[in-house]
């Protein structure tokens, strides 16, 4: 088996997640609901340069927070329903 886990987690349309090896295998198919390199975002100002930069290359949308400058990962479609998003903060994907 593997020695180690990635660190992906995939939104899946139906409302189900999937962690690890899965998420990063259904990747291809769903590219704005699978997250991944999350780490890179913790402690970090949404202004910042860095966030700035990976906001343009990652598939998933990383907003501004509702508590000032802190980036969240949006996820669109969440659960199955058109039109409906849900946000979550750095910490609470990784």
């Not at 088996?1 to 990635?6: D, E, M, Q």
């Not at 660190?7 to 198919?29: E, H, L, M, P, W």
């Not at 990383?62 to 849900?86: C, L, M, Q, T, Y």
Request: charge should be positive; proline fraction near 6%; include cysteine.
């Amino acid at each position: 088996g593997n020695r180690i886990t990635p660190s992906y987690v995939g939104f899946c349309k139906d409302g189900t997640r999937v962690i690890g090896d899965a998420a990063k295998n259904q990747s291809a198919q769903n590219p704005a609901g699978t997250v991944f390199d999350v780490k890179r975002l913790i402690g970090r100002k949404f202004d910042d340069m860095t966030v700035q930069k990976d906001k343009s290359l990652f598939p998933y949308i990383i907003a501004r927070g509702p508590k000032g400058n802190k980036p969240v990962i949006k996820i669109e479609d969440f659960g199955g329903k058109e039109g409906e998003s849900k946000t979550f903060s750095p910490e609470e994907i990784s």
